[in-house]
């Protein structure tokens, strides 16, 4: 497409990514020509292909797994919310050099908000995150701002979670790995481990979802894919409902689009749109 804004996709694996369909969706809205592609790269060509994709005109890249905290790393500017989060999702050219951004945890509150009814009842709420690694430290620094009443997070590395509990300055509980809960019951129970990008099945603890309404993996399946472990394992324990993270996909992919173009685009009819496909 001649004159077209160049973007892409920087992760590994990449090609199940419906980043390409949302932000087509959202130029569509504005009318900006645009080419969106996938860029499946390995942890050890991440900093090259960066390199090389900003070399040749690109103009901005959204960074899925395993380089969150790389980009951080390789960004030449950070924001103040991918400073926190210590994770990079959003690269942008700038006259600096490549600038940083993480748009997770925004996009991450925006849909629990639409799914629980209200921001105030995400203010309101006890949230378990499983899993310390990129995409939970965006996605908890975004829940912390939100105003959570309540947060805990469990990680195979105690280790792990502490450091990211103090780098955030969050308050929580750390639970270890399969621990039993006995404590006021968590409202909503977030998935950021990456067994569902793997398909892998996640030892998990029934007493974390007792009372729960809401069981919600950051990963997404394609259209048709079957039910991922994590949200298999808490509808068969009774929890009311369970959601993938299409609808924090397309939000914290508003987020990006705007940084990129100045634009708000409309979420509602591209995540219907995808849900329906």
């Given at each position: 497409?001649?004159?077209?804004?160049?973007?892409?996709?920087?992760?590994?694996?990449?090609?199940?990514?419906?980043?390409?369909?949302?932000?087509?969706?959202?130029a569509?809205?504005?009318?900006?020509a645009l080419?969106?592609?996938?860029l499946?790269v390995?942890?050890?060509r991440f900093?090259?292909?960066?390199?090389?994709?900003?070399?040749?005109?690109?103009?901005g890249?959204?960074?899925?797994?395993?380089?969150?905290?790389d980009?951080?790393?390789l960004?030449?500017t950070?924001?103040?919310?991918?400073?926190r989060?210590?994770?990079?999702?959003?690269?942008?050219?700038?006259?600096a050099?490549?600038?940083?951004?993480?748009?997770?945890?925004v996009?991450?509150?925006?849909?629990?908000a639409?799914?629980?009814?209200?921001?105030?009842?995400?203010?309101a709420?006890?949230?378990?995150?499983?899993?310390?690694?990129?995409?939970?430290?965006?996605?908890?620094a975004?829940?912390?701002?939100?105003?959570?009443?309540?947060l805990a997070?469990?990680?195979?590395?105690?280790?792990?979670?502490?450091a990211?509990?103090?780098?955030?300055g969050?308050?929580?509980?750390?639970?270890?790995?399969?621990?039993?809960?006995?404590?006021?019951?968590?409202?909503?129970?977030?998935?950021?481990?990456?067994?569902?990008?793997?398909g892998a099945p996640?030892?998990?603890?029934p007493?974390?979802f007792?009372?729960?309404?809401?069981a919600y993996?950051?990963?997404y399946?394609?259209?048709?894919?079957?039910?991922?472990p994590?949200?298999?394992y808490?509808?068969?324990?009774?929890?009311?409902?369970?959601?993938?993270?299409?609808?924090?996909?397309?939000e914290?992919a508003a987020e990006s689009?705007?940084?990129?173009?100045?634009?708000?685009?409309?979420?509602l009819p591209?995540?219907?749109?995808?849900?329906?496909m």
């Amino acid at each position: 497409m001649a004159g077209a804004l160049r973007f892409a996709v920087i992760g590994h694996p990449v090609g199940h990514s419906r980043s390409p369909e949302i932000h087509a969706a959202f130029a569509a809205q504005f009318g900006i020509a645009l080419t969106y592609s996938r860029l499946d790269v390995a942890k050890e060509r991440f900093r090259e292909a960066v390199a090389i994709f900003f070399s040749q005109d690109g103009r901005g890249l959204n960074v899925t797994l395993p380089h969150k905290l790389d980009a951080a790393q390789l960004a030449t500017t950070l924001s103040a919310r991918a400073l926190r989060a210590g994770a990079v999702n959003t690269l942008t050219a700038s006259d600096a050099g490549v600038a940083g951004d993480n748009t997770d945890g925004v996009g991450l509150a925006r849909d629990l908000a639409r799914l629980l009814g209200a921001q105030e009842r995400v203010r309101a709420a006890s949230v378990l995150m499983l899993g310390a690694g990129g995409a939970a430290q965006g996605a908890l620094a975004g829940l912390h701002d939100s105003g959570c009443r309540q947060l805990a997070l469990c990680a195979r590395d105690r280790i792990k979670a502490e450091a990211l509990a103090s780098r955030l300055g969050v308050e929580m509980t750390i639970l270890e790995w399969q621990q039993a809960y006995s404590g006021r019951p968590f409202d909503v129970v977030i998935n950021a481990t990456a067994a569902s990008v793997k398909g892998a099945p996640l030892a998990l603890q029934p007493s974390w979802f007792k009372d729960a309404r809401l069981a919600y993996d950051l990963g997404y399946g394609q259209p048709g894919a079957a039910l991922p472990p994590f949200l298999a394992y808490a509808r068969s324990l009774g929890v009311a409902r369970g959601e993938d993270g299409l609808g924090m996909l397309v939000e914290q992919a508003a987020e990006s689009f705007h940084i990129w173009h100045g634009q708000t685009p409309d979420v509602l009819p591209v995540l219907a749109k995808l849900k329906a496909m």
